[in-house]
């Protein structure tokens, strides 16, 4: 059984920074692609980042130049840093695995919450 176990979030002024994580269990992890997903009070599940297993990366349009993917496949954890935050990125954050099998795993997302 897979397990994502999110940790970091909380509460930031605007232009602050925050740094999420996601902690894998099981052996899937250095082989899987992950990302970063977030869902606003009253919008719908958005696309923030993904990392692929050899590191690569995308971003959604709106953090590029703000947030950072990265992940540390011997830790079997991948990260979210957000720099520059804005009261639009008040969201609830879910990290996601996704393995080449077809199989997908979430995290049990973390508030992230921007005051202005």
């Known amino acids: 059984q897979v397990q994502l176990v999110q940790s970091g979030g909380g509460l930031v002024q605007a232009g602050g920074s925050l740094r999420l994580s996601c902690a894998a269990s099981?052996?899937?992890?250095?082989?899987?692609?992950m990302g970063w997903y977030r869902q606003a009070p009253g919008k719908q599940r958005e696309l923030v980042a993904t990392?692929?297993?050899?590191?690569?990366?995308t971003y959604a349009d709106s953090v590029k130049g703000r947030f950072t993917n990265s992940r540390d496949n011997a830790a079997n954890t991948v990260y979210l840093q957000m720099n520059s935050l804005k009261p639009e990125d008040t969201a609830v954050y879910y990290c996601r695995a996704s393995t080449s099998t077809g199989f997908v795993y979430w995290g049990q997302g973390t508030q992230v919450t921007v005051s202005s």
């Open positions: 990392i692929t297993s050899d590191g690569s990366t």
């Open positions: 099981g052996s899937i992890f250095s082989r899987a692609a």
